[in-house]
C-alpha cells in the first residue's frame, strides 16, 4: 500500500498506538444481542442472502435524499439468528433493533414488530448497493419514514434488544 509505513520500522509501541487511534474498516457487520446464534456476516455473506430493491424520496435536514437501493431485509438477517424470547404472551414483540455504525457511533432503532411480515411488513433494508452502485458497507434505509434520520451509512453492529 502506497503511503503506509510497514509495522516493523515504527516498532511495537507506535504500532500499537497508530492501530488503537485507525478507526476498523469493516467488511460487514456483527450481529449479537437477543439471538441464539449472534455472528459477523461479511459484505459478500450478506449479497449471497436473499435481497430486494426498495426506492426512497425522503427529506434531510439538508435537502432531499433519493435513490434506488438493493439488500438484505433487516428481518431476513435478524430472524434467521433465532430470537432469544421470554416467556411472556408475544414476546418476540419487545424486541427493538439497534442499527449502528462505529464509524461516528450513529445509531437507529427499528421495532421487530414494524419489519415483522405478519405486522408491519416494513421493508426496512440492510443496502449493499445504492443506484446500481456495490457499496463498501451497508446502509440501514427506511424506506416508510418521511425524513431519512433513521438511515445509518457505514453499518457494523446490528444489536437485537
Known sequence: ????????????????LI????????DGITLTGAVQH??????????ALPEIDVTVNQLTDKGSFAGKFHGVPLWTLVNSAMFVNGPERNSIL?????????????????????????????????????????????????????HAARDVRNVTDVTVQ
Open 94 to 146: 419487545r424486541h427493538a433493533i439497534l442499527v449502528s455504525s462505529s464509524a461516528d457511533g450513529y445509531g437507529a432503532v427499528v421495532s421487530l414488530g414494524e419489519i415483522h411480515p405478519k405486522l408491519g411488513n416494513g421493508q426496512v433494508i440492510l443496502a449493499t448497493e445504492e443506484n446500481g452502485q456495490p457499496l463498501t458497507a451497508p446502509i440501514l434505509i427506511v424506506p416508510g419514514d418521511g
Open 38 to 47: 449472534p455472528g459477523t456476516f461479511t459484505m459478500a455473506e450478506l449479497r
Open 1 to 16: 500500500m502506497a503511503g503506509r509505513i510497514p509495522m516493523r520500522v515504527l516498532g511495537p509501541a507506535a504500532a500499537l
Open 19 to 26: 492501530l488503537l487511534a485507525t478507526p476498523a474498516l469493516a
